[in-house]
């Protein structure tokens, strides 16, 4: 954590958020702090490089890592995406749009009694599998399903 | 094909794709690709599928975060006059009242002498009493961007009052009734380089354009799927949109101009339209694609 | 965009009053008179798209079902206006024809008048299988040539019916895209290869 | 200043389920006005929230959530009453603490 964290708070130094972070007073620990940003990986252009950027290069597929996502997108623009976790001691998930422009799309790491579980809205430029990734004692586990994304009409 | 680059009939001009200035790669071909044609009942299935989120999707619903600010607006003071529509503006159902306003509008509104829906008749307090200029208001008056306007917000507001209530628009008034059979005849007419009108897309029942299902207006069911969701929070764009922009947008697709915002056209109509849905559930604010 | 249009208005004014009087004509007027009153110019949708022209006008009148014996005349000259490529070639090629299909574009106060109309064809139709967000307001059209084949006379057909529908129906909701101008000769000849053309993916 | 979340926390049997509404442009940079400008991106990057005092989840984000994101967390472990607290850091610094108690 610790140096991955160092890491990542070089590259928001550059990109202006940690000065952002400090002049808002949102480092003062007394608040409850956000996570900071993985920079590389979320600015990784391929799903490789992405997972390699999270650590996760090496995830293996597992049944008990189970996402809920619509065969069929209504809108590309918004696309409930729901990760649940079975693995004991999962303790982050993480979900990717394979063909979006920069594939990682969330990760969230889980603790004191918050269960593996999320649900959250996506953008899909084009139909693309979506995967998601589970973080257990220190290894990755992933599962994908594709959303198909067409042409819309009226639109109520 | 290239699926999304090409513009649908009715895809709003601002979004060529989500991420529009990406290059395009080929889209991935559906798995059911070497079938043969898709049969209606497949068509069916991708319905079914939009289903199956939409509660999901409608019970942590954007337009939630609309109504809070149009709370805020509605209950402190704003306008050259200062007043708050509180305690100044009469929705039908007393001054200040809001529980089951929406449901019950349009209807006739004497001290406006008008049939009025829901945003006219908020468009009229926030001219009467708090002192905007109609003509402000009427400059801008739909979301789009990052620009939601306050009568947006003060529509999903108190549209938000009558969530699980039974549509109740006073066709046994006279001045409705009469709206109401005007808003009928112009939902027939047809007119503009494609012959539209309402009715061409909106009179049968079972009909689609694309993916998206045409409700038949003149049923109670048809009507009430035209009603339901509005104003909605509109996935393409992510912004909050009313009824009235609604009807504008059906102009737009009918190739006609533009109704005036807030007129007698658009109220007209929508008496026919809320009118038909009587006795139907509204639920509230909604999601739309 | 409507200039073309086939009855004269004194045709028109005698032809109204032969006709069974509107359904509620009253409500109608009004109707009529409201639209005129709060409806503005907006992008290239200007006011006189809300005028009726001759057909519109008996369709309105009629609730889309006239009698018989003015139809038949009507979608005569409606027929009679169809312009046929004077190189009497009818298919052109069925994959400009499918990108035109696909494309919804055209007339609408946001588009730019400058740019192509589209054919806006799968808005209505199942066409192409490969499709799958197709409308259902117009009939199936997979399989268009496989079932009738595409002899002169049935490429004729669908030239004319995509030039103007009202020819066939008078109060078709299909539009009528060469007589308002928004298709043209060749992009017709598009889209009757893609409908008729044995190596369209339509006819597979 | 950004715009109030809208958090919803409710007891469900034992799992305390919370529901947050974030009111956010996520603009992912990659996108094109009506005009043909391209818009800068301006997008969460950082969120988290806190149940009772205690951190449940750190979440991290990129410009391909949805506009005005919705999220669904789960916990066991709290009780009605208990307060959560939700932040959200922006690309831009910009941020917003929101918090509700769990009913």
Not at chain 4, 60 to 85: E, H, I
Request: include cysteine.
């Amino acid at each position: 954590m610790n140096t991955t964290r160092r890491t990542v708070l070089k590259g928001a130094t550059a990109s202006g958020v940690l000065a952002g972070l400090i002049a808002t007073g949102a480092l003062r620990p007394t608040q409850v702090l956000a996570a900071e940003w993985n920079k590389a990986a979320f600015e990784s252009k391929d799903a490789t490089a992405a997972l390699k950027g999270i650590g996760a290069a090496a995830a293996t597929e597992s049944k008990d890592l189970v996402i809920k996502v619509p065969d069929i997108a209504e809108n590309g623009a918004v696309v409930p995406v729901d990760v649940t976790s079975n693995i004991p001691n999962t303790s982050s998930i993480v979900i990717m749009v394979v063909r979006n422009p920069f594939p990682l799309s969330a990760q969230f790491d889980f603790a004191n009694g918050a269960l593996p579980e999320v649900s959250a809205r996506l953008k899909l430029n084009e139909t693309s599998m979506v995967r998601a990734l589970a973080k257990a004692d220190g290894k990755f586990y992933s599962v994908q399903k594709e959303v198909k994304v067409t042409v819309g009409g009226c639109g109520g | 094909m290239q699926h999304r680059v090409i513009g649908a009939l009715c895809a709003m001009a601002v979004m060529g794709g989500v991420f529009a200035q990406t290059p395009r790669k080929p889209a991935a071909k559906p798995a059911a690709q070497a079938a043969p044609a898709p049969t209606a009942e497949a068509k069916d299935a991708a319905t079914l599928e939009f289903e199956k989120f939409r509660a999901e999707m409608e019970d942590s619903n954007p337009a939630e975060l609309f109504e809070a600010k149009g709370e805020e607006f509605w209950k402190s003071r704003h306008g050259p006059k200062n007043v708050s529509l509180a305690e100044s503006c009469d929705l039908g159902q007393g001054v200040g009242k809001i529980e089951g306003a929406y449901v019950k509008m349009p209807r006739y509104f004497a001290d406006a002498d008008s049939v009025m829906d829901a945003e006219r008749r908020i468009v009229w307090c926030m001219v009467e009493k708090q002192g905007f200029k109609f003509d402000d208001i009427a400059k801008r008056p739909f979301a789009n961007e990052n620009f939601t306007p306050d009568i947006t917000n003060l529509v999903t507001y108190v549209a938000g009052h009558s969530r699980s209530m039974k549509v109740d628009v006073p066709l046994k008034d006279p001045k409705v009734r009469e709206a109401y059979e005007i808003g009928k005849e112009m939902a027939a007419y047809r007119a503009g380089p494609y012959d539209f009108s309402c009715n061409t897309c909106h009179g049968s029942d079972g009909k689609r354009i694309r993916m998206q299902n045409l409700p038949n207006l003149s049923t109670p069911k048809g009507a009430m799927s035209g009603v339901q969701g509005w104003p909605g929070y509109r996935m393409t764009g992510g912004v909050m949109l009313t009824h009235q922009w609604r009807m504008g947008d059906c102009f737009r697709q009918q190739r006609f101009p533009q109704p005036k915002y807030a007129s007698d056209a658009v109220a007209y109509l929508l008496t026919y339209m809320i009118g038909n849905a009587n006795g139907e559930v509204y639920k509230g604010p909604g999601i739309k694609r | 965009m409507t200039k073309n249009i086939l009855l004269t208005a004194i045709a028109t004014s005698l032809l109204m009053a032969a006709l069974p009087a509107a359904a509620d004509p009253a409500h109608r007027a009004q109707a009529v008179a409201v639209i005129k009153k709060d409806f503005q110019p907006r992008g290239q949708a200007s006011l006189d798209r809300l005028a009726e022209d001759g057909l519109q006008a008996v369709c309105n009148r009629t609730g889309n079902k006239p009698p018989e014996y003015i139809a038949k005349g009507l979608e005569g000259d409606q027929l009679a206006g169809v312009k046929y490529p004077a190189d009497g070639k009818l298919m052109g090629d069925w994959k400009s024809g499918e990108r035109l299909a696909q494309s919804g574009r055209g007339f609408t106060w946001t588009d730019d008048p400058g740019l192509p109309v589209g054919g806006n064809c799968y808005n209505c139709h199942q066409i192409a299988p490969k499709e799958l967000s197709y409308g259902t307001v117009g009939p199936s059209l997979f399989h268009f040539g496989k079932l009738r084949g595409n002899t002169l006379e049935m490429q004729k057909y669908v030239y004319s019916k995509i030039y103007n529908a009202k020819a066939y129906n008078l109060c078709s909701e299909m539009p009528r895209f060469g007589h308002v101008g928004a298709l043209n000769e060749k992009q017709i000849k598009d889209l009757v290869a893609l409908l008729l053309d044995p190596e369209s993916p339509v006819n597979k | 200043m950004a715009d109030p979340m809208k958090i919803r926390a409710t007891m469900k049997g034992d799992v305390a389920e919370i529901r947050v509404l974030m009111s956010h442009p996520m603009e992912s940079g990659l996108r094109k006005d009506a005009a043909g400008n391209a818009v800068p991106a301006h997008f969460i990057q950082s969120m988290a929230v806190e149940v009772g005092g205690k951190k449940i989840v750190d979440g991290q984000l990129a410009g391909s959530v949805s506009r005005n994101p919705v999220f669904g967390f789960k916990m066991k472990g709290a009780k009605a009453g208990d307060k959560v607290v939700v932040n959200w850091v922006d690309s831009k610094g910009d941020k917003r603490t929101d918090e509700a108690a769990i009913a």
